[in-house]
């Protein structure tokens, strides 16, 4: 049996894709790609990838009740899972307050921020500043599998709140040992020599 030469490069690289972890992005920065929505039924589409996802912003009370409020939605692919929600470097509520963020089930935001009807929907919520840094919120809600979420954030205080948060989406498919990867290996490199000797044999004859 004859193995194709050009095959060997795309498996390799196949491999080396298979064991490289995803690295952190940015997925969304207000001083680059615009404000978040302030509308709770139209919040602004974030893709998420594997890995970290990292939102920057700021929040607190700017204009009337809605302006100051930032709302967003993403959606976990399929076999990945929501793992932690982390506050980064960089947080801090105004005027020495907590920035609240709320999380839910779908592609809009269906509790009243004002009157927090409808709370029971929320998958979970936290107060953070810049004392949660290196920490993750709604612990208990995750892990989260597949599908579309949305959340919410506001500082009711006058001053502006910046706020970084990182979405650490992990695989659900199992990555094979380095075990398996050694066994493949060997595997190739025999395949090669059967087809070398077989160009050989087929010269000869």
């Not at 004859?2 to 080396?16: E, G, N, Q, V």
């Not at 680059?32 to 919040?43: F, H, I, K, M, Q």
């Not at 470097?89 to 999380?103: C, K, M, R, Y």
């Not at 107060?127 to 208990?140: E, K, M, P, Q, V």
């Amino acid at each position: 049996m004859s193995f194709p030469r050009t095959l060997a490069p795309a498996i390799a690289a196949t491999l080396l894709c298979a064991s490289v972890p995803a690295l952190a992005a940015v997925a969304y920065d207000e001083t680059t790609s615009g404000d978040l929505s302030n509308v709770r039924t139209a919040p602004t589409v974030i893709t998420f990838v594997l890995g970290d996802n990292d939102v920057l912003g700021s929040t607190g009370w700017i204009t009337d009740d809605d302006a100051y409020r930032d709302y967003a939605t993403f959606v976990i692919p399929e076999n990945a899972i929501l793992t932690g929600v982390w506050v980064l470097p960089g947080t801090s509520g105004a005027e020495g307050g907590d920035i609240f963020f709320g999380l839910q089930a779908g592609s809009t935001v269906t509790v009243n921020p004002v009157t927090y009807a409808g709370q029971d929907a929320l998958l979970g919520w936290n107060h953070f500043s810049d004392n949660a840094i290196g920490t993750s919120l709604i612990g208990g809600a995750l892990p989260l599998a597949a599908g579309a979420y949305s959340f919410w954030i506001q500082d009711y205080n006058e001053e502006e709140a910046p706020y970084g948060l990182r979405f650490t989406l992990e695989s659900t498919v199992p990555v094979p040992e380095p075990e398996t990867y050694a066994l493949m290996g060997v595997g190739l490199l025999l395949l090669g020599m059967a087809a070398n000797r077989g160009r050989r044999n087929a010269r000869a004859g």
